[in-house]
């Protein structure tokens, strides 16, 4: 069996493995949507020239990468989900902490395993979902309308990153309720 440091550095790896997935899809949709606001300036530009050059005014000319619209919008889910997986573990969202903050360390470890139960609940039934959304998706044969890329392997990747949410959540309950310690000791600075 595997000793404790062992198992938190495997959980380090795999959270930092879901925030490249989360970055590289993220710098896809940013160079997506930068590639194609660029193709469609510089061709709109060069019909303007085209239309001064003959001396008309009813030419147009716009390039546009096949399907930006729907691959930025799937890249971008599939950022968002896998970095869901990596904040909720570490704890890392937004969260409003006053009633936690007011009471002892039993009362906060409460707060924590019941928050982070919950979760997992919510997970486990958005795993679900996306598992049944693929399948959908699989069986119907989905696809975007120029390129008729198929969708199901888009969503399959959402849902990969929503259950490695699940998995870790399910980790972090785990380590609450032994008593383990989760959370990586940060310095936190106050603003003044």
Not at 48 to 58: A, H, T
Not at 103 to 118: E, W
Not at 154 to 170: K, R, S
Request: proline residues 3%; charged residues 20%.
């Amino acid at each position: 069996m595997a000793s404790p440091v062992e198992r938190n550095r495997a959980i380090e790896r795999l959270i930092a493995y879901t925030e490249a997935a989360a970055g590289i899809f993220l710098a896809a949709v940013t160079a997506l949507v930068f590639v194609n606001v660029m193709l469609r300036g510089g061709s709109t530009g060069l019909g303007d020239f085209l239309n001064w050059v003959s001396g008309r005014e009813d030419l147009k000319f716009v390039l546009t990468v096949p399907e930006w619209y729907h691959l930025s919008c799937l890249a971008l889910g599939v950022c968002v989900f896998w970095g869901i997986a990596a904040t909720s573990y570490r704890n890392d969202h937004i969260k409003v902490d006053i009633l936690w903050d007011w009471v002892g360390p039993h009362g906060k470890r409460l707060i924590d395993i019941f928050a982070t139960g919950a979760l997992l609940l919510f997970l486990l039934v958005f795993t679900y979902m996306l598992g049944v959304k693929v399948m959908s998706g699989y069986w119907s044969g989905e696809a975007t309308y120029d390129l008729r890329l198929k969708l199901w392997p888009f969503h399959l990747v959402m849902a990969l990153g929503i259950l490695f949410a699940t998995l870790l959540i399910a980790v972090r309950l785990f380590r609450l309720v032994r008593g383990e310690p989760v959370e990586r000791d940060r310095k936190i600075e106050h603003l003044e």
